[in-house]
């Protein structure tokens, strides 16, 4: 087969997450390479050389001048039965709600169907440590991360079986696979959010969690605003100013917005979605009763707790399979579409 470049590479495997998740159904036909380049900002060639790569490997196929269609999706069946390491914080077997416990969910099911069990150990972020890792991997076929672990863990260990990451932002060099809301497709869906808001704004302040996932969502929509004539501020933390109301305001979670809510309201008693032009990330409200109601771009946990399952027995079955970034799409949600 042909090598190809690093950029076509990402394009490869931006498609590819898409098949794993099931936003490009088998069948389904894939937008024109013309429309990969542009969003991509490639050559058309380039981006004909990773939609030809993906043909090699199986999954499109090239149906004349019809256009470039998914042929099929990666097996996951297992072959055996075995057991996975799930690491999570202690609150999310408490919560019963939320982000991590809807993809846990998901998780269950997909590993029950497969013939694998799931075996939970709760660790809190200050507590994970290299060695913990090591033992677990130990008593386990492989190891998932259903937690921002990496904002707390220097290193990763090597393993005698695979990980995989869900909220990680450090593959830590292409060791481990990870599986995230997407970024780019993020960053997409809130600037054309922002620009549709109900006041014209030009300036949009970014308040991120200081985790890597969470920074890295703020600095990818940063860039997009920025390139588009657009005027960011990028806040690590809280607001600690007063709010405008011809300024925009996007926090890279559903909890950072929950949290400058809460105080907003016991400040002024009024809804900070009501007087500002709001948005976060996650969709954390819809899945926590307790949580105001305000815009946010909404990924479908169950399904991610699904692809991390996936890739997880992708990479049991083949000795040989490289780990992978997967990036899931989200979709802007209004309070009003509950």
């Not at 890597?212 to 806040?235: C, D, I, M, N, S």
Request: net charge positive; charged share 25%; aromatic share 10%.
């Amino acid at each position: 087969m042909k090598t190809i470049s690093p950029l076509a590479g990402q394009l490869v495997e931006y498609i590819e997450s898409r098949i794993v998740s099931g936003e490009y159904g088998v069948g389904s036909r894939l937008p024109s390479i013309r429309r990969f380049a542009a969003k991509f900002r490639l050559s058309y060639g380039t981006a004909y050389r990773a939609v030809e790569k993906l043909c090699e490997n199986g999954l499109l196929e090239q149906r004349g001048p019809s256009g470039v269609f998914v042929r099929a999706r990666r097996s996951i069946g297992t072959g055996r039965s075995g057991r996975i390491a799930v690491l999570m914080e202690p609150y999310v077997g408490e919560s019963g709600t939320g982000l991590c416990h809807t993809a846990f969910m998901g998780m269950l099911d997909a590993a029950s169907k497969a013939g694998y069990q799931l075996l939970v150990q709760y660790v809190s972020g200050t507590d994970i440590t290299p060695e913990l890792i090591r033992r677990t991997a130990g008593t386990a076929d492989g190891v998932i991360l259903l937690n921002e672990y990496d904002s707390e863990l220097g290193d990763y260990p090597q393993l005698p079986c695979p990980t995989v990451g869900m909220l990680v932002q450090n593959s830590w060099n292409g060791r481990i696979s990870t599986v995230n809301l997407d970024p780019l497709e993020m960053a997409c869906c809130a600037e054309l959010y922002f620009r549709r808001a109900r006041t014209f704004l030009r300036r949009v302040k970014i308040f991120a969690s200081p985790k890597p996932v969470y920074l890295t969502r703020g600095r990818q929509f940063k860039r997009q605003w920025e390139e588009r004539g657009g005027r960011a501020e990028f806040h690590v933390g809280l607001p600690t100013d007063g709010y405008e109301e011809d300024c925009g305001y996007f926090f890279t979670s559903d909890q950072l917005l929950q949290s400058a809510s809460a105080a907003y309201l016991a400040d002024t008693g009024e809804q900070l979605a009501d007087r500002c032009t709001v948005l976060s990330v996650d969709g954390k409200q819809f899945l926590a009763p307790v949580f105001f109601r305000f815009p946010t771009i909404a990924a479908d946990w169950q399904r991610m707790g699904e692809c991390v399952l996936s890739e997880m027995l992708r990479l049991l079955n083949d000795p040989r399979a490289m780990p992978r970034n997967i990036n899931i799409c989200g979709r802007l949600r209004l309070p009003q579409q509950e």
